[in-house]
C-alpha cells in the first residue's frame, strides 16, 4: 500500500482548475458507494492507478476521499456519514474510462491484480470490463478514431 497522509480537515485549494463558464455543466464528481473506504482506496489508487486529491474529516463520523483518474476531469468521492451519498454498496453500474490502447490498459490493470475480462469488439468500439471490490463496474473504452 502507498503511504498517503493521514485524513485531515482541511481541504487545499487548487488554483490550477480552471474557472466554471457561464451556461456550462461540468460533470466533475461521481460518488461510488463503497462497504469500506480504506479498501476501496487503496484499489482505486493502488490497482487502477487513481491521483489521491482530498482524504478529509470535516467532522465526526463524516469522511471523504477524492480520487481522480489519470487525465481526467472527472472525479469520484468516496464517502461515509453523509445521508446524501448514501447509496447501496456495489450498485453504481458501467462507469467507462476512455483509454488510447485497450490492450496495453488492460494488461496494465491485470499486472496490478485486477480481473479484467478480454477485450470484446462491439461494433467497432472495444469494451474490457471490472469491479471493484465491492462490485461496482467498470469498463475500459477504446473508439479508435479518437
Known amino acids: 500500500m502507498t503511504d498517503t497522509p493521514a485524513p485531515t ?8 482548475n480552471p474557472p466554471v463558464p457561464p451556461g456550462t455543466l ?31 474529516n470535516p ?16 472525479s469520484i468521492t468516496l464517502a461515509e456519514g453523509l445521508a446524501t451519498l448514501d447509496m447501496p454498496p456495489g450498485t453504481l453500474r458501467g462507469l467507462h474510462l476512455v483509454v488510447a490502447d485497450i490492450e496495453a490498459s488492460r494488461a496494465e490493470l491485470v499486472e496490478r491484480g485486477v480481473e479484467v475480462s478480454e ?21 475500459l473504452q477504446h473508439m479508435p478514431w479518437r
Open 9 to 16: 480537515t482541511e481541504v487545499t485549494q487548487d488554483s490550477g
Open 26 to 56: 461540468l460533470l466533475e464528481l461521481v460518488p461510488v458507494p463503497v462497504t469500506d473506504i480504506e479498501r476501496a482506496k487503496a484499489f482505486y489508487q493502488d490497482k487502477i492507478g487513481f491521483r489521491l486529491d482530498v482524504d478529509v
Open 59 to 74: 467532522k465526526p463520523g463524516v469522511r471523504i476521499v477524492q480520487l481522480t483518474p489519470p487525465g481526467s476531469a472527472c
Open 119 to 139: 477485450v470484446e469488439d462491439l461494433g467497432g468500439v472495444f469494451y474490457a470490463y471490472f469491479a471493484d471490490p465491492d462490485g461496482n463496474t467498470w469498463c
